[in-house]
């Protein structure tokens, strides 16, 4: 589970899609907007076109463990950035989703 610091609240999923900024892989897209808060913030979303719940659950914990890996690797503890996570093919390979959640960062970083 992911640290309450990191957990974004439910409310902001619809303006962070609209108002954001988009990176899209080949597993997902992931969506960021600026914030006033001292650390960054993530949600996903992984729909029922993924698979069944056990296939959807495995991804997402994949997708939380490969969000707080990025953020200690590249010293973004105290970046000011809500962030989504909106899935859109299955994969469990851990060091696939890893890599593309790390373009996906770099990208939003470099603009």
């Not at 990025?70 to 909106?86: A, C, G, R, V």
Request: aromatic content about 10%.
């Amino acid at each position: 589970m992911l640290p309450k610091k990191f957990r974004l609240p439910v409310e902001n999923f619809d303006k962070i899609y609209h108002k954001g900024e988009k990176a899209r892989g080949n597993y997902g897209m992931l969506i960021s907007v600026s914030n006033d808060i001292d650390n960054p913030r993530i949600g996903f979303v992984v729909s029922k076109k993924i698979g069944n719940a056990v296939l959807r659950h495995r991804m997402t914990r994949i997708l939380r463990v490969s969000f707080i890996e990025i953020i200690n690797e590249m010293n973004l503890s105290t970046l000011q950035k809500d962030f989504q996570y909106i899935a859109f093919k299955y994969c469990d390979k851990k060091n696939l989703l890893k890599k593309e959640m790390e373009n996906q960062f770099r990208k939003m970083l470099d603009d």
